[in-house]
DNA sequence: GGCCTGATTGTTTAT
DNA sequence: ATAAACAATCAGGCC
């Protein structure tokens, strides 16, 4: 049974509630930074397209490329992980629950 | 000890 | 500032 449930999120993407009281905002995907300098490129070739298919033909393109072609962008996604290290240590260091404060 | 879900990231455009 | 499609990602919760 090929489960096509992506990870079972949330249906809608906007601000989800902070869980985590410091909150180390985890990384970002390859996907951002694919995005971040795709987004140039697709716009370039597809001007006055919308923001749905803009997002759409980059899925695509992302998946189109080889693991090799995404390589450049891992390798952000990891040095961006590493980033993230730093948050969580200082986040567990400073003592994982500690700070109340919901929304801002 | 292994899995599963939820929360999060950033981009686009339009309101 | 927000909303949704797009994909990745991880960390913590759970038995």
Known sequence: MPKEAKT?????????RKKDPNAPKRSLSAYMFFANEQRE????????IAFG???????ERWKALSPKE???YEA???QD?????????AY???GGSADYDDDE
């Open 81 to 89: 992980k590493k980033r993230y290290e730093e948050e969580k240590a």
């Open 70 to 72: 995404k390589v450049p």
């Open 41 to 48: 490129t697709v716009r370039s070739e597809n001007p006055g």
């Open 92 to 94: 567990l260091a400073n």
């Open 53 to 59: 298919q803009v997002g759409k033909l980059l899925g």
């Open 8 to 16: 079972t999120r949330k249906a809608k993407a906007g601000g989800r």
């Open 76 to 78: 952000r996604a990891a």
